[in-house]
């Protein structure tokens, strides 16, 4: 495969000329880039003479004017080692002023960084913060080890084994592009339920899971319908997104949308009650009680589990308790493959959280159980699951 090594200016680039060999060994097309601070520990020539290539060094160079651009097309995953403090700084905030920074920009697909710096650098606030920030966006973060730095100090910095980050590398390569020839529909967000022209009924939901998932559906190569119900959030690049409202629009779109989809994943916390003739006029306060008599909305889960044919169905399941019988009882009821559940209302994960925590309950009686991590994280552990989900459906044919 093609791929990119980016090499930070710290004592570690020396390290990478290892890293390149290792990966041109195991038969990848290597394109070194070098930021001028990682020039001054290592010669350009070093990587030209392990890759075979001219190494790409300056943004402003004549041939260079849109190389950025053409590189980051051709190339299937961008690795940095030694990804620095200052490169972690500038991925996280979008700043791009050379070569490297404006290709991470450009770039589409998976990322692998493996930082190394001064422990009080890793440690600080900031590195810290930054770090979260590229875990959110999906990239592969290979932790630095501990042991005794070049600065004197003894710690967490030291760039991890070559041979380690080349594993990481080889990983992320074969979970990349998984999803390719798939098209996955994903609900995602809340439902408003009108009561009348200015008020609604609603939940908590920002819509951050379903579009977690869209993002990871699409860096693995499927295309995405999203359907969304109103959220704050910037649809990711390349959904198809259809903007809903309520629970019935959201049925009627995910059924106009059903025909070339091979996966459907049903994140949204979709209104279970609605007001079903809403009135025309604002309800005047005129009495001291009002009392609302609603009906079910459409269960569009449970619609699609009857017309599922050989689409994999994903359906969530938000609880309060109970939530392996819950989640059990709905794979069932609903007909799904994989119920994802997740408890809400504690601090931290669920609802309107930039991270979560769920057990995965399967057909097959497993569940699997994914520790708290941001939520872009889980959605690429929920995507994992689609081999395994697809051989089940095959066989119980
Ligand atoms: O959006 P976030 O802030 O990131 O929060 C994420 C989340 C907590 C909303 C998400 O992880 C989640 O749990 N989504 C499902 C919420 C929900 O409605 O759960 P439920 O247990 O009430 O419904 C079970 C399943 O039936 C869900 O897949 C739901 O989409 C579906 N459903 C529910 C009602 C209905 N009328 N039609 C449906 O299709």
Not at 6 to 25: D, F, V
Not at 41 to 59: K, N, W
Not at 197 to 208: A, M
Not at 276 to 292: M, N
Request: charged share 20%; aromatic share 4%.
């Amino acid at each position: 495969m093609k791929l990119i090594l980016g090499i930070g200016g710290g004592i570690a680039a020396y390290k990478s000329a290892e890293l390149a060999r290792i990966l041109m060994q195991n038969g990848h097309e290597v394109q070194a880039v070098m930021t001028s601070a990682a020039q001054k520990f290592v010669q350009p020539l070093t990587f030209a003479a392990l890759t075979g290539r001219r190494v790409l060094t300056d943004l402003f160079a004549l041939e260079a004017a849109i190389e950025h651009i053409s590189v980051a097309q051709e190339n299937q995953l961008l690795a940095i080692a030694p990804a620095t403090a200052d490169l972690l700084a500038k991925f996280a905030h979008g700043l791009a002023d050379d070569f490297l920074t404006t290709l991470y920009l450009a770039f589409t697909g998976p990322v692998v960084l493996a930082p190394a710096m001064n422990v009080n650098m890793w440690q600080h606030p900031a590195t810290q913060s930054n770090l979260a920030a590229l875990r959110a966006r999906g990239h592969c973060i290979v932790a630095p080890e501990s042991g005794y730095l070049a600065c004197g100090m003894t710690g967490p910095g030291r760039l991890a084994d070559p041979q380690a980050i080349a594993q990481a590398i080889e990983q992320a390569l074969s979970t990349s592009r998984d999803l390719e020839g798939e098209t996955i529909l994903i609900t995602a967000g809340p439902t408003q339920e009108p009561l009348d022209p200015v008020r609604f009924i609603s939940n908590r939901s920002s819509g951050k899971m379903g579009y977690a998932l869209a993002e990871a559906a699409i860096a693995r190569g499927a295309r995405v319908i999203l359907v969304s119900g109103p959220v704050h959030l910037e649809p990711p690049r390349g959904a198809d997104l259809i903007p809903v409202r309520t629970a019935t629009e959201m049925r009627d779109k995910v059924f106009e949308s059903l025909g070339p989809t091979t996966i459907v994943v049903k994140a949204a916390a979709v209104a279970d009650f609605h007001l079903s003739r809403v009135p025309d006029q604002k309800v005047k306060k005129t009495a001291a009680r009002l009392s609302l008599e609603l009906d079910p909305t459409p269960d569009i889960l449970a619609e699609l589990g009857r017309k599922k044919g050989d689409r994999l169905l994903i359906g969530f399941a938000a609880e309060t308790q109970n939530l392996q019988a819950e989640a059990r009882r709905k794979l069932e009821s609903k007909n799904c493959d994989m119920i994802v559940a997740n408890l809400v209302g504690t601090a931290g994960s669920g609802f309107d959280s930039d991270q979560n925590e769920a057990i995965l309950v399967l057909r097959s009686g497993d569940s699997i159980s994914l520790p708290r991590a941001p939520k872009r994280e889980i959605a690429d552990r929920i995507f994992d699951q689609i081999p395994k989900l697809r051989l089940a459906l095959q066989t119980a044919k």
